[in-house]
């Protein structure tokens, strides 16, 4: 990954960030949603529910659309399951503090195994900065 283009997304979205996700379904239409996400060395990460359509959606074809402020671009999605096992340890801890301002409020459940972390590596986008644009 182009090193501006890192740093630019790190500058942007290293803490709770708004970002949607695009998926298409097995019909070929597309789905779009909003998520809490943060970015970590190349990659968007979130926390969500294993049974939803989203995941249903990337358990057929990882390729998503990403896209936040002022950034937009494709990534390859994967799941790196139920959010309390033990090498998931490190990464929840960052996840909880990044989302602490809405985590506790009922909407996550750490109790149902079905409540993981979703990992989205950029693989390609465009982002503006300071009125340039960087691309990867």
């Known amino acids: 990954m182009n090193k501006d283009f890192d740093n630019i997304l790190k500058e942007c979205f290293s803490t709770d960030s708004l970002i949607s996700v695009a998926t298409v ?8 949603r909003i998520v809490d996400a943060i970015y970590i060395d190349g990659a ?14 990337i358990n057929a074809n990882p390729v998503v659309g990403i896209c936040g402020e002022w950034f937009s671009g494709h990534g390859k999605a994967e799941s790196l399951g139920y959010i309390r096992k033990e090498e998931n340890k490190d990464l929840a801890d960052k996840l909880r503090n990044a989302f602490a301002s809405w985590y506790n409020n009922g909407h996550t459940d750490e109790g149902d195994v079905n409540t993981i972390i979703l990992k989205i590596i950029v693989t390609d986008g465009i982002v503006y900065k300071d009125g340039k644009r960087f691309e990867f």
């Open 44 to 57: 968007f990460y979130t926390i969500t529910n294993a049974a939803t359509n989203k995941m249903k959606h």
């Open 25 to 32: 379904d097995e019909k070929g239409k597309p789905w779009v």
